[in-house]
Nanobody, 118 residues
Framework: QVQLVESGGGSVQPGGSLRLSCASS????????VGWYRQAPGNERELVAS???????FYKDFAKGRFTVSRDMTENTVYLQMDDLKPEDTARYYC????????????WGQGTQVFVSP
């Protein structure tokens, strides 16, 4: 079992920034990839960004240039820095750990809510 705890969500105005954190109970060096997903009301959960054990990052198009995923191996924490936030970024953001990279062992956190409004 892996526990993932997200934090850092909140309410911001358009153009503002937030940094989300995902603290893992398992060393992230042993996790194939950690991803950030989001889900807005009425929408399906979608991938935002991810980072692999080797440090390779991936971003969905809407996140490129605005969001940055990073990690602190000593703290077993993965971060999502979100800049230039837009109202359409309003969603609940979830952390996901894919242990093997094959989707056979996957864990989710409870999520953290982000509101972007004037």
């Amino acid at each position: 079992q892996v526990q993932l705890v997200e934090s850092g969500g909140g309410s911001v105005q358009p153009g503002g920034s937030l940094r989300l954190s995902c603290a893992s109970s398992r060393g992230i060096f042993s996790i194939y990839a950690v991803g950030w997903y989001r889900q807005a009301p009425g929408n399906e959960r979608e991938l935002v960004a991810s980072i692999t054990r080797e440090g390779t990052t991936f971003y969905k198009d809407f996140a490129k240039g605005r969001f940055t995923v990073s990690r602190d191996m000593t703290e077993n924490t993965v971060y999502l820095q979100m800049d230039d936030l837009k109202p359409e970024d309003t969603a609940r953001y979830y952390c996901n750990a894919d242990i093997t990279g094959w989707g056979q062992e996957v864990y989710w956190g409870q999520g953290t809510q982000v509101f972007v409004s004037p």
